[in-house]
């Protein structure tokens, strides 16, 4: 079994490309996986692209945060013949939102289950990248794939992870991720 963990950030931001129906237009900045036969993070600018998507292609199971509604659709355009919806896929947003009824961010169950925060955000990465600080761009998206990962394995093994409501209750939501 691998499991592959993986984020990407973008080069541009939704303003800069005529809003979210324009995904396709954002560009990898940086992608990250970690995988679990390797036991190690593998960092992808956007011209190794084409060995990030082999490295997806090939995992048991790619798992994220919010992978069907960004990072693969940001991904599409380096590789159209890809069909991403047959890599076996855990998205986490979309799973967490299926039981809640509503979207949650990364941050807020990061918080409450393990009592990590994201190390900065989209928006600060996508300003990193343009003043050409490379490093800080992949250690924040090496640091939000290994959140996603231990928030997984909190769930696989408690069959729960937490979250912060909007009033900051710390609430517990059942998981499967088996």
């Avoid at 800069?16 to 129906?21: A, E, K, M, P």
């Avoid at 900045?29 to 593998?42: I, L, M, P, Q, R």
């Avoid at 084409?50 to 090939?58: C, Y």
Wanted: proline share 2%.
């Amino acid at each position: 079994m691998n499991y592959v963990f993986f984020d990407l950030e973008s080069q541009n931001l939704f303003d800069d490309v005529g809003g979210r129906g324009n995904i396709d237009k954002l560009k990898v900045a940086c992608g990250v996986t970690y995988s679990t036969e390797k036991n190690d993070f593998t960092v992808y600018w956007e011209q190794d692209v084409p060995a990030l998507i082999t490295e997806l292609k090939s995992a048991t199971k790619v798992i994220g945060f919010n992978l069907l509604g960004f990072d693969y659709l940001v991904l599409k355009p380096y590789s159209p013949e890809t069909r991403f919806a047959s890599i076996p896929t855990l998205d986490m947003l979309l799973d967490l939102q299926k039981t809640l009824g509503f979207r949650i961010g990364l941050d807020s169950i990061a918080s409450a289950t393990l009592g990590a925060t994201k190390t900065a955000d989209g928006i600060k990465s996508v300003e990193w990248f343009r003043n050409g600080e490379l490093d800080k761009v992949a250690e924040y998206c090496k640091a939000d794939v290994d959140i996603t990962r231990r928030v997984f394995e909190f769930g696989r093994d408690n069959g729960h992870i937490f979250y912060k409501s909007r009033l900051g209750s710390k609430l517990k939501v059942e998981v499967k991720w088996k």
